[in-house]
């Protein structure tokens, strides 16, 4: 059990990402596909397109992920894959992959959960990283503060009651009309460096509820009016806009974005009271998922840590974003405390799942 090569597979959402990891933490190997396009044009993910786009690339992107490892199939150790939440039609064209290549080399298979996934890929890049530590998860479709106290045993601190900060990120990208072939992230991240934070008064959300959970749905709609009011034309992309109306947009995105992660400040502050109290010993504030991939969410944090006496542990932005290593990272903690299934059936029929 001391050298596993796992393989991981990632289709919860938009990406069809996989990658080959040794259990000594290396990356072998690191594929994604990505429906950039097809989010540009639709603005946003629409679960039948994003699933025809993972089944017309699943074989080869796996293929390469094992070219690039130098491998064939019969070197692996075990199959991960994640298996939720996401959007099920996606997730079960990479269960039916996995399954499929599990039952032909006679490999063992780990399901995998997408968030836990996004937290314990942290434990590749800091060694030190032991469990209990806090968790902040930030992406597209969750908010999540988690007191990890060991593999498989967390504590839910807090989640979001309506929207995600990526969700609230990604729609404003869209009012302010900024270039989506990225995701709606990086691209008011950039914009906002051109803004002023204190330009438009947004309000904090959730101030009366002295608890960790978040709630995003408010400050989208302030953002929504802050546009109506300054009569901003999301027909117009950004790079069509006047000087005046670049700069305008730009106050609004900075401004957005200062609340936005004051949210998680405060939250994270909070958090760490919390988990104290359960955990004393806590050490690490891990940052993960899309959003953590962001400049600004990571030096406010990092004054958050620093006040108290932890460490921030922010993986690099391709491992924070939906990738294949952290499904593989997670199959190999799990199959190294021998919680995996047993390999399917060669002759086990496609539509099985
Ligand atoms: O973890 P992820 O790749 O997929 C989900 O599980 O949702 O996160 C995607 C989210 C999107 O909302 C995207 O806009 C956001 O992460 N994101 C960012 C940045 N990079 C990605 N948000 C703000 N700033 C960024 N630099
Ligand atoms: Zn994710």
Redesign the pocket.
């Given at each position: 059990k001391d050298d596993l090569v796992v393989l991981g597979i990632e289709t919860s959402?938009d990406d069809t990402a996989v990658a080959v990891v040794r259990s000594n933490g290396e990356i072998l190997s690191q594929v994604i596909s990505s429906q950039s396009e097809l989010l540009a044009r639709y603005g946003g993910v629409a679960p039948k397109m994003a699933e025809e786009a993972h089944s017309l690339v699943i074989d080869q992107v796996v293929e390469e992920a094992l070219d690039k490892a130098n491998l064939t199939a019969n070197n692996l150790s075990a199959v991960a894959v994640t298996i939720g939440p996401g959007l099920s039609l996606c997730l079960r064209v990479g269960v039916r992959k996995a399954r499929k290549l599990a039952g032909a080399f006679n490999l063992p298979i780990i399901g995998v959960h997408?968030m836990e996934a996004?937290a314990l890929v942290a434990r590749i890049i800091e060694h030190d990283l032991h469990f209990p530590f806090l968790a902040l998860l930030i992406?597209?479709?969750?908010n999540l503060l988690v007191l990890a106290r060991d593999l498989g045993h967390y504590i839910q601190l807090g989640t979001t009651i309506d929207d995600a900060i990526?969700?609230a990120?990604?729609k404003t990208a869209k009012w302010l009309a900024l270039d989506l072939r990225k995701?709606?992230?990086?691209a008011?991240?950039e914009l906002a460096k051109e803004g002023n934070a204190q330009a438009v008064k947004f309000s904090t959300p959730m101030k009366q509820h002295k608890d960790c959970n978040f709630s995003y749905a408010g400050l989208k709609t302030q953002v929504r009016l802050a546009i109506e009011s300054r009569n901003i034309n999301p027909e117009i992309p950004i790079s069509a806009a006047s000087i005046q109306e670049r700069s305008s947009r730009a106050d609004i995105a900075a401004s957005f974005q200062r609340i936005a992660v004051l949210h998680l400040e405060e939250r994270c502050e909070r958090a760490i009271d919390w988990a104290r109290k359960i955990d004393p010993s806590i050490k690490h504030l891990v940052v993960s998922?899309?959003?953590a991939?962001?400049k600004y969410v990571r030096s406010r944090l990092y004054t958050v840590v620093e006040k108290n006496d932890l460490k921030l542990v922010c993986p690099p932005p391709n491992l924070c974003?939906?990738n294949g290593v952290m499904v593989a990272w997670t199959g190999i903690e799990h199959f190294r405390m021998g919680r995996f299934d047993p390999p399917p059936p060669a002759d086990e029929p496609e539509d099985f799942v």
């Open positions: 959402c997408h996004h992406s597209g479709g969750h990526g969700e990120y990604d995701s709606g992230g990086p008011l991240e998922g899309g959003v991939s962001n974003t939906d």
